[in-house]
């Protein structure tokens, strides 16, 4: 097994391209193709990527919840501790 040595072509840029330039063996775009493409996909949903996620949340509100209880009943003590920190890091900006 030598998968180094195996090159690929990218449906993207055409390029033919080192294996390990793909995330995944069976992608047929490259990394900088996906990178690209996800960037710019991004920029295009920003709402849609917005609405997507709001939804998620709603969906998934008392999963989220839940999880975010169990974090904080978990790390109680490091959330307390933290913001003992912060308020003493902050105490100035606090009182005034
Ligand atoms: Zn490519």
């Known amino acids: 097994m030598d ?19 793909f995330y995944k063996s069976n992608s047929n775009s490259c990394k900088i193709c996906l990178n690209k493409y996800q960037q710019e996909y991004r920029k295009n949903n920003v ?35 933290r913001k003992k920190e912060y308020n003493l890091k902050n105490k100035d900006k606090i009182n005034k």
Request: glycine share 0%; hydrophobic share 25%.
């Open 47 to 81: 709402l849609k990527i917005k609405i997507q996620t709001k939804r998620y949340y709603q969906k998934n509100k008392l999963k989220i919840q839940a999880k975010n209880k169990k974090y904080e009943e978990k790390n109680i003590l490091k959330i307390k501790q």
């Open 3 to 21: 998968n180094q040595n195996k090159m690929k072509l990218c449906n993207q840029c055409n390029i033919l391209k080192s294996i390990n330039e």
